[in-house]
């Protein structure tokens, strides 16, 4: 079974149903830039995709986060347009809860209530559900993961590898059309690793997985390449994947460490 059909109520907010597991999302971005402090962060960025399971890669510092943020809503570019199935994710918060959900690399930048069950509510609330609907679809999301028995724990007794999977299973319940991966593996052990990634595996909808290894995006069907804010190459993952590999090797053979990101 799919995340994607994992919530007990298959309605979005607005009454309509959710979308069918498989759906591609379309991400349009046309002229997007971000300046920070008088500095170009991101872009000037078009595309129009329909994602399947798209790998955003790139040096640290390229923007990779920043253009996830970008996507999520939770920063707006200083020019251009962004928009997700023709939604605007910074302009209509309310729209972007249906659409996309974010996994960020550390769990403690996401979770912010005491007990399991309140954190895997909260979405549900934000998306309209009553406090008794949003916890027993908070219940029955935890146990289709096989973790009912996690209800009442304190998420601050969890390890990091336990708080990324209740930040999953609390989009997963949330049911968006589109999930954003920030670095997901980032500090986590290799069966920390596996385990995690076999539940996102199960994810039915579009996925933008952001890293800079390559290796966690090999089973992508796309690459888009960041460098210093740009899009340097997006095609399929098995042509943009080994340029980029070449040209980091290449970078690597130099001695030159001021050319290195800070």
């Known amino acids: 079974m799919s995340l994607a059909k994992m919530t007990p109520d298959p309605r979005r907010p607005d009454g309509r149903p959710a979308r069918p597991a498989g759906r591609r999302s379309r991400v349009e971005l046309a002229g997007v830039t971000l300046v920070r402090e008088g500095r170009r962060v991101l872009g000037p960025l078009d595309l129009d995709l329909r994602?399947?399971?798209?790998?955003?890669?790139?040096?640290n510092g390229s923007g990779k986060s920043t253009l996830t943020r970008v996507l999520a809503g939770l920063a707006a570019p200083s020019a251009g347009r962004v928009r997700l199935d023709g939604i605007d994710p910074a302009g209509d918060r309310r729209a972007a809860l249906a659409a996309v959900?974010?996994?960020f690399q550390n769990p403690d930048h996401q979770l912010i209530?005491?007990?399991v069950l309140e954190e895997v509510a909260f979405g549900l609330s934000q998306q309209?559900?009553?406090?008794g609907a949003a916890e027993a679809e908070a219940r029955c999301a935890l146990g289709m993961f096989g973790r009912a028995h996690w209800a009442e724990t304190s998420v601050a007794t969890l390890s990091q590898g336990q708080k990324h999977l209740v930040c999953l299973i609390?989009?997963?319940a949330m049911a968006p059309a589109l999930l954003l991966l920030d670095e997901p593996f980032a500090g986590?052990?290799?069966p920390t690793r596996m385990q995690l990634s076999r539940h996102l595996r199960q994810f039915g909808g579009s996925v933008i997985h952001v890293s800079h290894d390559p290796a966690?995006?090999?089973a992508c069907d796309r690459v888009l390449w960041l460098d210093e804010g740009r899009i340097r190459s997006e095609g399929p993952a098995d042509e943009v994947l080994p340029a980029y590999v070449a040209a980091m090797r290449a970078l690597g053979e130099t001695d030159d460490?001021?050319?290195?990101?800070g």
């Open 51 to 59: 994602v399947g399971r798209l790998g955003v890669v790139g040096r």
């Open 113 to 115: 209530f005491p007990t």
């Open 170 to 172: 609390s989009i997963a």
């Open 216 to 218: 966690d995006l090999e």
């Open 128 to 131: 309209g559900r009553p406090r």
């Open 188 to 190: 986590l052990d290799i």
């Open 257 to 261: 460490l001021a050319d290195l990101p």
């Open 101 to 103: 959900g974010i996994l």
